[in-house]
């Protein structure tokens, strides 16, 4: 159980294309899904919170106009890189936490096979 | 939010061999978890130990946490090559669901 699909998984474009991600739950609702970036032989860095309805919670340094999020509905969540350049390749992993988790809840937080994006 | 240390940054021991990997945050926390990442694919979850908890274990994975010195350890025995993978700590802060990744650890099992 605890299914979550990233798609697609890698993705190669030239430079000023705009790149959708989208990020599934497959067998649970996700209330709260988050989307994190990384770097070549470096950790995660929390990009922003996406919560379904409403606006998503963007991270000091992350540029909302550049990387915009949609979270619909309960199972779905996108990631759209407008105008993508160079700099802006890299790993992508989005994650979600089902209904009922929250602060101090002890529930993981379900990831994506991550999606690779590479901008020429 | 302050991403966590974790030590050694790389570790590379013979198949059999038990693996221990440290890790140490700043902040006070809800819990503390283990993920274990594949070269290029996404994290999987290994083991949460909440704040009130000392020492827990599932399988061959052993996890110890000491919030007066803001630390974890994550041991794994009787390594396999199969281990091969990087393995993170991440925590939530009080009140937050949001995780904070520690910097990671790179472990080689040779068999």
């Known amino acids: 159980g605890a299914v979550v699909s990233q798609h697609p998984s890698r993705v190669i474009c030239k430079s000023g294309t705009s790149v959708k991600i989208e990020c599934r739950s497959l067998?649970?609702?996700?209330?709260?899904m988050f989307w994190y970036r990384q770097f070549p032989k470096q950790s995660l860095m929390l990009m922003a919170t996406s919560n379904e309805g409403s606006k998503a919670t963007y991270e000091q340094g992350v540029e909302k106009d550049k990387f915009l999020i949609n979270h619909a509905s309960l199972t779905l969540s996108t990631l759209t890189v407008t105008s993508a350049h160079p700099e802006d390749s890299s790993f992508y992993i989005c994650?979600?936490?089902?209904?009922?988790?929250?602060?101090?809840?002890?529930?993981?937080?379900?990831f994506g096979d991550g999606t690779r994006l590479s901008i020429l | 939010s302050q991403q966590g240390e974790e030590d050694p940054q790389a570790l590379s021991i013979q198949e059999g061999e038990n693996a221990t990997m440290n890790c140490s945050y700043k902040?006070?926390?809800?819990?503390l978890q283990w993920y274990r990442q594949n070269s290029g694919r996404g994290l999987v979850h290994l083991i949460l130990i909440r704040s009130n908890e000392r020492e827990k274990h599932s399988g061959r994975l052993r996890v110890t946490l000491d919030t007066s010195k803001k630390s974890s350890s994550l041991l794994i025995t009787a390594s396999r090559a199969a281990d091969t993978a990087s393995y993170f700590c991440a925590y939530s802060g009080a009140g937050s669901y949001q995780l904070t990744f520690g910097k990671g650890t790179k472990l080689s099992v040779i068999p």
């Open positions: 902040t006070s926390i809800n819990n």
């Open positions: 067998d649970f609702q996700a209330t709260t």
């Open positions: 994650s979600a936490e089902g209904q009922g988790a929250g602060p101090g809840s002890g529930q993981p937080q379900h």
